[in-house]
Each structure stands twice: as structure tokens, then as C-alpha cells.
T-cell receptor, first 112, second 109 residues
């Protein structure tokens, strides 16, 4: 692995289904982030984690949950997907909270 | 509230110079970032300014004025591969990044 990976690359999901987006980094970065990107809007922070074992809510956390059991992995779960969660999801990481963020390739999620 | 403003779209000619502006109002300031994002790809880091002035990196330069809440990204000797969206982001008092909606730059031959 080099950098950040995300899985799946894309997914079509029926409304009401549960879905986990995976994110793994191999840079030993302390901080990790989940964003969603919608046309005409900037990247919006969903949840973040400044270090393993801690998480925090971003700008748009409702309907999403995260966990940070170790340094490398930061999965994002949609407990019961709704069409408004159709978006491109990016995972990012940084070495300490205020440095340059490195992004994964993104997951394109469509909820029908 | 927190706000980052940048133009939605700009058009420029190959070989020319273009300046993309960004104005911001945030709760605290811990630096300003510029990222490049090609269509369908992830954002990639271009520059970081925390002090007033100009930072030059090859064909790209970024300027910051903290008193004016203003930054610009200057791209010189434009190439077709520079066609992309350019995202301005400010690190606020909690070191969270607040993002602008991005400027789509179209390069014409």
C-alpha cells in the first residue's frame, strides 16, 4: 500500500441499507478525516479523528458514524442510507492535525 | 459564520497567466491551503501560506494577506494539463480545514 486506499471505488445502494466505506493509510499519520463532496459545494467534513481511539464530529455528521481502533484504519458507516447521502466520499490523513492533508482516491456512492 | 469565496469558473489561454482569488472569513486562522483537483480524482496539495507574502513554487505561486482575508493562486505558462478545479481551504482555530467550493479552470489552446 502506498498512501491512502479506499474501498469500494463505487457503489449503488438501496435506501435503508447499511454500508461501510473503508479507508486505510500506511503513512502512520495521526489524524484522519472523512469528507463528502457534492457538485457546487466545497468539501464538507463528516467526522475526524486526531489520534487512534478518538473521534469527533465535523460539519455534517448526521447519519454517519466512524471508529478508529488503530492508526491505519478509519471506516465510515452509514447505518441506514438515504438518497441525500449520494455523494463522492474522500478519506484524508495528516501528520498532526494542522498539516497538509493527503487524500484517498474517493468512493462514489449512489443511494436509490 | 465561516465562509470561503472563490470564483466558480475561469477560462484562460495556454501559455498565459491566470490568478485565482480566494477571500475568507473564519473563526481563527492557522494557514491557508491551495489544492488542485482533476475531474474524477482526489485533491492534491499545491501550497500552504501562514505568513503574509508570496510563496513561489515553480510555475505556481500563492499569496496571502491576513489583514484582508485574501489569497490568490497564480499560475504561469499555462499548460493544458492545468485544466482542473483549484480549491482554497483555511485552517481554523481548531485546525479543521474549511473549504471553498473550488474554481474550475478551463485552458483553451
Amino acid at each position: 500500500i502506498a498512501g491512502i486506499t479506499q474501498a469500494p471505488t463505487s457503489q449503488i445502494l438501496a435506501a435503508g441499507r447499511r454500508m461501510t466505506l473503508r479507508c486505510t493509510q500506511d503513512m502512520r499519520h495521526n489524524a484522519m478525516y472523512w469528507y463528502r463532496q457534492d457538485l457546487g459545494l466545497g468539501l464538507r467534513l463528516i467526522h475526524y479523528s486526531n489520534t487512534a481511539g478518538t473521534t469527533g464530529k465535523g460539519e455534517v455528521p448526521d447519519g454517519y458514524s466512524v471508529s478508529r481502533a488503530n492508526t491505519d484504519d478509519f471506516p465510515l458507516t452509514l447505518a441506514s442510507a438515504v438518497p441525500s447521502q449520494t455523494s463522492v466520499y474522500f478519506c484524508a490523513s495528516s501528520d498532526r492535525g494542522h498539516n497538509e492533508q493527503f487524500f484517498g482516491p474517493g468512493t462514489r456512492l449512489t443511494v436509490l | 459564520g465561516q465562509n470561503i469565496d472563490q470564483p466558480t469558473e475561469m477560462t484562460a489561454t495556454e501559455g498565459a497567466i491566470v490568478q485565482i482569488n480566494c477571500t475568507y472569513q473564519t473563526s481563527g486562522f492557522n494557514g491557508l491551503f491551495w489544492y488542485q483537483q482533476h475531474a474524477g480524482e482526489a485533491p492534491t496539495f499545491l501550497s500552504y501560506n501562514v505568513l503574509d507574502g508570496l510563496e513561489e513554487k515553480g510555475r505556481f505561486s500563492s499569496f496571502l494577506s491576513r489583514s484582508k482575508g485574501y489569497s490568490y493562486l497564480l499560475l504561469k505558462e499555462l499548460q493544458m494539463k492545468d485544466s482542473a478545479s483549484y480549491l482554497c481551504a483555511v485552517s481554523d482555530s481548531n485546525y479543521q480545514l474549511i473549504w471553498g467550493a473550488g474554481t474550475k479552470l478551463i485552458i483553451k489552446p
